[in-house]
């Protein structure tokens, strides 16, 4: 009698869990994933291999998961504040093929756009900066005896290759930054 009850009660359980397809549409309803993304995450509910790709198959279908799209919308915002070089470290993360995301950014991209960019991020951040350096900086005794333009460029040169922009181009748009005071 116990162990009909038990088995009873684990059929019930198996019933209300998800599905593979129900969990993959609650993950794609709170955000865009990648196929690799989608599939790990199913990968690490337990859900057999046989659902994930029973339940890969019609979201693809469905047009839920494009890596193509994502990728193109990823790279088109990312640009805005990182160098290609990060956004297309991001999107490897992603798990997308290096292949697709090459094509991606070559039609997207524009070489001149890298070093535009990362001239307009470092007259923000200049300007940022020098009212830190006016308020703060300049009176900490660590900082005392550091002028203000050499501290200034080392700080956004450390800032601009945090966003993964490469030393030539910080280089440029930071000289052009001696013509900002």
């Known amino acids: 009698m116990i162990l009909q009850n038990l088995d009873l009660v684990m059929k019930n359980k198996v019933n209300d869990l998800k599905s593979a397809l129900d969990s993959a549409l609650t993950y794609l309803s709170r955000r865009a994933l990648t196929y690799y993304e989608l599939e790990t995450r199913l990968e690490k509910k337990g859900y057999s291999e046989t659902e994930i790709a029973e339940a890969m198959v019609r979201v693809k279908g469905w047009g839920y998961v494009n890596d193509r799209a994502l990728a ?16 297309k470290q991001e999107l490897i993360k992603r798990g997308i093929a290096v292949e697709l995301i090459d094509e991606v950014l070559e039609e997207i991209y524009e070489p001149e756009q890298e070093l535009t960019q ?39 040169g450390q800032k601009l290759m945090q966003k993964g922009y490469p030393q030539e181009i910080i280089r440029q748009a930071l000289y052009e930054s001696s013509r900002w005071n």
């Open 72 to 87: 193109v919308s990823f790279a088109q915002t990312k640009l805005v504040s990182y160098s290609l070089k990060r956004v």
């Open 118 to 156: 990362c001239i307009d991020l470092a007259k923000k951040m200049w300007s940022e900066e020098g009212r830190r350096w006016e308020s703060s900086y300049q009176y900490k005794k660590t900082y005392m005896h550091i002028p203000r333009e050499p501290f200034l460029k080392q700080k956004i």
